[in-house]
Structures are given as C-alpha cells and as structure tokens.
C-alpha cells in the first residue's frame, strides 16, 4: 500500500489491467464517469513523453448518494480514483485511492463508514485484478 492508497503489480499487459480493473469495479458496485489518458493529454497539451498512465473515475452511486446527503460537501473528495500505469521497467502497476485517507477529513461517523465499506471493495477490486 502507497501512502496514497491501496497499490500491486499485476502480471496482466497494461490494457488487460485496465480492462480488468472495469471489470471489478463493476462487480463492487462502481461506473467508470471518466478516463484520463495522462500520458495523451500530457504529449498534447505539453509535447511531454511519459510511459502508459491512465485515471479511471469511479463512482459507487448509492454510496456517493449516502455521503452526499449526510455531508454535502463531501462531493469536492470524489469521485474514487483508480490508476493503471506502467513502470520505466515496463512492470505495470494498479492502484485505487484510500477513501479512508480521502474522507478521513470528515468527523461524521457515518461517512467514515461509508468509507470503511468503500475501502473494502476498492481492496477487492484491486486484489482481482
């Protein structure tokens, strides 16, 4: 685990992880909202070169409903982010953010366990992959 979140290497090809990582997101309940092809943007927008890095928005929406409604403000710490990149060593790595981390912020006691179960699946999903 990074200090970011919840993180392994995976033996799958860069594209399989990401197909994978939809594949168990969708299993816990979670919808892709966006992709970020960081290394297109960054080649398009800078005239940057970098390895294969892409952020997948996830989204739980009963989840993100819950949290919403308890704590409005919660909406600035989501979606959950979870990242398929590969290493200068061409290892290719997942990794999906520590809502734990992410909303340990609040004092609410009820986003912290919405959190805890958010954290549960996002461990699953990642240990799938």
Same mark, same amino acid.
């Given at each position: 685990?990074?200090? /970011? &979140?919840i993180?392994r290497t995976? $033996?799958?090809? /860069?594209q399989e992880?990401i197909?994978k990582?939809? #594949? #168990?997101?969708?299993k816990? &309940?979670?919808g892709v909202?966006?992709?970020l092809?960081?290394k297109?943007i960054?080649?398009?927008?800078l005239? $940057?070169?970098?390895?294969? /890095?892409?952020i +997948?928005? !996830? *989204?739980? %929406?009963?989840? !993100?409903?819950?949290? =919403?409604?308890e #704590? %409005?403000?919660l909406g +600035? +710490?989501?979606? *959950?982010?979870? =990242?398929v /990149? ?6 290719? $790595?997942?990794a !999906?953010v520590? %809502?734990?981390k992410?909303? &340990?912020?609040?004092a ?5 366990e =919405?959190?805890?179960e958010? $954290?549960?699946? +996002?461990?699953r999903v =990642?240990?799938?992959v």
């Amino acid at each position: 685990m990074s200090e /970011y &979140g919840i993180q392994r290497t995976v $033996k799958l090809s /860069y594209q399989e992880t990401i197909d994978k990582a939809k #594949e #168990e997101l969708k299993k816990e &309940g979670f919808g892709v909202l966006t992709e970020l092809d960081m290394k297109k943007i960054f080649k398009e927008k800078l005239d $940057k070169e970098m390895n294969n /890095y892409i952020i +997948l928005e !996830a *989204c739980n %929406p009963a989840f !993100a409903f819950e949290g =919403i409604a308890e #704590e %409005p403000g919660l909406g +600035l +710490l989501l979606p *959950c982010n979870v =990242i398929v /990149y590969e290493t200068e060593n061409q290892e290719v $790595k997942v990794a !999906a953010v520590d %809502p734990e981390k992410a909303l &340990g912020m609040s004092a609410n006691k009820r986003v912290n366990e =919405i959190a805890q179960e958010i $954290k549960a699946r +996002l461990e699953r999903v =990642i240990e799938n992959v």
